[in-house]
């Protein structure tokens, strides 16, 4: 009995190695965020990691932007203390070594807590809060929600981009009148989505005019964050007519 526990252990072990292993191959910022002087990065404090080569005055100006990011996040979806990485990369030299090209900022949650990634292109403010958005809409609805689909890709990237307050993707205003194309063709699937944007950013803009509906149908976004919050205890969300279509 001992002897088969251990071979059990040693199995579990092995297959908790290996996913990570793939993992790391898969997604190279991960292991990044975890060793960051293997990837020619360092650690600056606050989670905050950089280039090697990136001085005080610099950093000073990541870390601003940083706060400034987390602080108009917490006032759109709530306060977070979320254990966290933000990766900065200033050239293409560096964003390549994390396998991320030309994507300007991306999130990745762990139940361990998240890798935010800032490419060349993202050190702006909306992709600042963009992604930080991610962090805690994640944390709300348990990363599950995400891969089992209960939380659609078109809500998580629709709210990012609406706490965003991208002028890109939105007009001015309140409400769905910010909407800047009609919420139709819209993802389910966070990796399909991912694909799909890369052709189309408009898809992006559809999906915060569809988030912008929900929101105002469930009653506003206090009733928004309340049903996110149901998802990490295995509920669906409602099922509301917004007149789309969706892809699975």
């Not at 001992?2 to 190695?17: D, E, K, N, S, Y």
């Not at 060793?35 to 990136?54: A, D, E, Y």
């Not at 912008?212 to 009653?219: I, K, N």
């Amino acid at each position: 009995m001992r002897a088969a526990l251990r071979r059990l252990i040693f199995a579990l072990g092995a297959l908790v190695v290996l996913s990570g292993i793939a993992v790391g191959f898969a997604y190279p910022v991960l292991p990044a965020a975890l060793c960051p002087v293997c990837f020619g990065l360092k650690m600056t404090g606050t989670g905050i990691v950089v280039q090697s080569h990136v001085g005080p005055v610099q950093q000073a100006e990541f870390a601003a932007l940083t706060a400034q990011a987390r602080a108009r996040v917490a006032a759109e979806l709530g306060h977070f203390e979320i254990p966290h990485r933000v990766i900065f990369c200033g050239d293409a030299a560096c964003a390549a070594r994390l396998g991320l090209g030309a994507v300007a900022g991306l999130t990745i949650s762990t139940p361990f807590g998240a890798v935010v990634y800032i490419g060349p292109q993202g050190t702006t403010p909306e992709i600042l809060r963009h992604e930080f958005a991610h962090v805690v809409i994640h944390h709300r609805t348990g990363i599950m929600a995400s891969l089992n689909g209960r939380l659609p890709a078109w809500l998580d990237e629709g709210l990012a981009v609406i706490v965003s307050d991208d002028p890109a993707h939105l007009r001015a205003g309140t409400g769905i009148a910010r909407c800047a194309a009609p919420p139709v063709r819209l993802v389910a699937n966070p990796f399909d989505f991912a694909r799909a944007a890369a052709r189309d950013p408009g898809l992006y803009t559809r999906a915060a005019c569809a988030t912008l509906h929900f929101e105002a149908q469930l009653g506003g976004r206090a009733a928004l964050l309340d049903a996110l919050d149901t998802l990490r205890g295995g509920a669906m969300l409602p099922d509301l007519d917004l007149g789309m279509a969706q892809v699975p």
